[in-house]
């Protein structure tokens, strides 16, 4: 008799309902001769003309009239998930509406799901018997000779053994000289944090430490305000009282400092990362440590979420805003919001951090679902940068950059300090336009111009990947006379390279760095050089601490101001004030500059005073007037096809069969109208309730999957939207 995560399973009902590891809607049954498996344990099982593996989720009874086919192996004698984590799976399946196969495919390492042995992932050590099982037995000499280095050194690990002598090993183990046993739990070595906490990191630390059931805290903390601090010093506690702890970060490579700070802090040997830039067999080797509960704290991406913790004792979400938290193929999970589901199942609390944190989580802090802690200054002497709006109307502008901000580059470069600028669009320029007829290069595939790389010397299109070389002449009117418009950062990087002859220009961008360790390299050698030029797009955003920058220059963010994404002067004004906090991290005060041809816009007034609070209020404002998330639950219903015609009447088709409790508006196409040859469209689901939404959407997809026109178009469901 096997025991389920809540109930006894009898004898009779011994039929399993089994998710394979594929983009299938529903599971499969099977039937099990022996007594039934728990759930989160794999099997192998027969599928069309071959085999599967996947995950029995739940039992069931044998079907009248029908024949099931029997299992063909159990693989693990244990689940590999425990109940809380199985739970979180089924929760994330059903609220985002994907199939539970590919979720719990997404969820575990790759090799598991190719049915790689569970086990503990720790290298044994070997040490000699005693006494030796049999004197008179002939040895070999390199038998011998590991015999002696093993009774010298005491047990050592495969690893540790001279290269020559480990063909001794299994003769040795077998009979009896040697036997393998579990190497020792790795050592913490906890220091304290080395500064004296300020009064509100002590009281956010305090509180912190006091959760011991399930609860959420936002710490809303001004960049460089010592949230990390806060962080590392209520892990330290749970660390010493042999637990563990989950850190999840929006993008590991971008956080190499994180990482160290955290090793040094507990010891390396406790601290490890979890991402997808990681080999399988080392993301395995995490997955095996943090289930035994060897690994105590991991710094890990939106995947780290679905790690097995033996003694889980809290869960950071640090740039809690940040929209890489969401998964944007796929499944199309919101870590952030399944890291709070975890740490309700797992009945432990969770800290959301950030120094602009999102308008939902804002909004559960002020109705009281979540608790608000607040870090309202920097940690270090220095004030936050003031910020300027430069207005660009009528100003000449090279590159892009008007005279102002030029000026501010050469004082600053002077000061012997050095500038970044942020640009959030790589390549040379958003588009080659035709001089003559006016019309722009366009992608074949997509209704969006091409981004002309200069260095490359190539057209390409930054949603497609599709890319060709400079085009003779105009394909509407034959013109030669094509040219650049815009500015992206790779034609800031040359032009100032030529106006500040002398002054290293590091450009940091997806096409410059494009490998691990190179970010970590450009990073040194900026806190290493004096005077320079840091060019960036979003990459350089992120949490990064550079202590000679004291301009920080935002080159344009009109494109944010009217947009038709309702979330765009959200990430405006995150980004801004994340990239402004950049400056004046050291020793010397900084300040941000600011180009718009709008200067009067209401937000950058906002924005000019510097008061993220003041400005998510107003945003808070304008959302609930325009009855828009977080005061609605909303989902799409995107398709996509080569057909338009096709991409409409599925819609329509949905649309008219949508259930009582939806409000439905659309089709509308979707921002990006044509992508990779697929023209896209969207209906928009809101209630007023997330709840009410779940239970709509989920009778009324079933029915959609069996109508035909859903077979010709591609579609797919996005529950909390973040990109449109
Ligand atoms: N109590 C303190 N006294 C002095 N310095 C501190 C204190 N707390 C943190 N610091 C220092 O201030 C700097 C910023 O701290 P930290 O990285 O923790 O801030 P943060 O809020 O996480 O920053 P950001 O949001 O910009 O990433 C670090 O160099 C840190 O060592
Ligand atoms: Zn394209």
């Not at 009855?627 to 008219?656: C, G, I, N, T, Y």
Request: hydrophobic share 40%; net charge positive.
């Amino acid at each position: 008799m096997a025991e389920d995560t809540g109930r006894f399973i009898t004898q009779t009902d011994c039929t399993l309902e089994v998710a394979v590891f594929a983009p299938l809607r529903q599971t499969f049954s099977y039937r099990c001769k022996t007594p039934p498996p728990p759930t989160g344990t794999r099997v192998r099982v027969p599928f069309g003309r071959g085999h599967r593996i996947g995950i029995v989720v739940g039992y069931g009874l044998e079907p009248a009239g029908t024949t099931l086919k029997d299992i063909d192996a159990i693989l693990d004698d244990e689940p590999l998930l425990t109940p809380a984590l199985q739970s979180l799976l089924h929760f994330g399946a059903s609220y985002y509406q994907h199939p539970l196969g590919e979720v719990w495919a997404t969820a575990l390492p790759a090799l598991l799901c190719r049915g790689r042995p569970l086990t503990s992932g720790e290298a044994p050590r070997y040490a000699c018997n005693e006494p030796s099982p049999d004197a008179a037995t002939r040895l070999g000499p390199r038998q011998t000779a590991l015999l002696q280095l093993l009774r010298e050194a005491g047990p050592l690990g495969r690893q540790e053994l001279p290269a020559a002598l480990r063909p001794a090993l299994p003769s040795l183990l077998a009979r009896g000289w040697l036997r393998a046993e579990d190497a020792p739990a790795p050592v913490l070595d906890l220091q304290s944090s080395p500064h004296a906490l300020h009064p509100e990191q002590r009281d956010a630390v305090t509180a912190l430490r006091a959760a011991r059931d399930f609860s959420v805290f936002l710490l809303d903390g001004v960049t460089g305000s010592g949230k990390t601090e806060v962080y590392l010093e209520t892990a330290r506690s749970h660390l010493e009282a042999g637990q563990q702890v989950l850190f999840l970060v929006p993008e590991i490579g971008l956080t190499p400092q994180l990482l160290e700070r955290c090793r040094a802090r507990f010891g390396s040997a406790v601290v490890a990362s979890y991402h997808s830039g990681q080999s399988e067999a080392q993301r395995l080797r995490v997955w095996q440590g943090a289930r035994s509960g060897r690994i105590r704290l991991i710094v890990g991406t939106r995947s780290a979420l679905f790690l097995p913790l033996a003694r889980p004792a809290l869960i950071v979400v640090d740039e809690e805003h940040d929209p890489s938290f969401k998964q944007q193929s796929g499944w199309l999970y919101s870590a952030r919001d399944l890291a709070i589901r975890r740490a309700q199942l797992e009945s432990i609390p969770i800290v959301l951090g950030s120094a602009t944190p999102s308008l939902e989580s804002l909004h559960n802090a002020h109705i009281g679902k979540y608790r608000h802690l607040r870090l309202r200054q920097r940690a270090t002497a220095m004030n936050l940068p003031p910020m300027t709006i430069l207005p660009m109307r009528r100003r000449l502008l090279q590159a892009g950059l008007s005279v102002d901000l030029l000026q501010a580059c050469t004082q600053t470069l002077e000061a012997g300090h050095q500038v970044l600028l942020f640009l959030n669009r790589r390549g040379y320029a958003p588009a080659l336009l035709c001089h003559d007829c006016g019309s722009a290069l366009f992608c074949p595939r997509c209704s969006a111009p091409m981004t002309w790389h200069r260095q490359a010397g190539r057209l390409r299109c930054h949603h497609c990947g599709h890319e060709e070389g400079h085009p003779r002449q105009c394909p509407q009117c034959a013109s030669v006379d094509l040219r650049p418009v815009g500015a992206g950062t790779e034609q800031l990087e040359d032009y100032l390279g030529q106006r500040f002859p002398g002054v290293p220009v590091l450009r940091i961008d997806r096409d410059c760095i494009t490998q691990t360790g190179q970010l970590e390299a450009v990073l040194a050698q900026v806190h290493h050089s004096g005077p320079a030029i840091l060019i960036g797009t979003q990459m350089l955003a992120k949490g990064h601490h550079f202590p000679r920058v004291t301009l920080v220059g935002i080159v344009n963010v009109d494109q944010s101001l009217f947009s038709a994404d309702f979330r765009a002067t959200e990430r405006l004004a995150q980004t801004v004030l994340q990239v402004a906090g950049r400056a004046g991290r050291g020793s010397v005060p900084g300040r941000a500059l600011l180009q718009s041809h709008v200067p009067e816009h209401p937000l950058l007034a906002l924005l000019q005073a510097g008061d993220y609070t003041a400005i998510a209020q107003h945003l808070l404002e304008e959302r609930r007037v325009a009855r828009l998330p977080p005061f609605r639950a909303l989902a799409l219903l995107r398709a996509e096809a080569h057909r338009l015609d096709r991409v409409q009447s599925f819609l329509a088709a949905a649309a008219e069969r949508a259930p009582s409790g939806l409000e439905i508006s659309g089709p509308f196409p979707s921002l990006l109208e044509r992508r990779a040859g697929f023209h896209r469209a969207e209906l928009w689901l809101e209630a007023a309730r997330r709840s009410e939404l779940q239970r709509a959407l989920k009778h009324w997809l079933t029915q959609l999957g069996t109508r035909p026109e859903s077979r010709r178009v591609r579609w797919v469901v996005d529950v909390d939207p973040l990109n449109f």
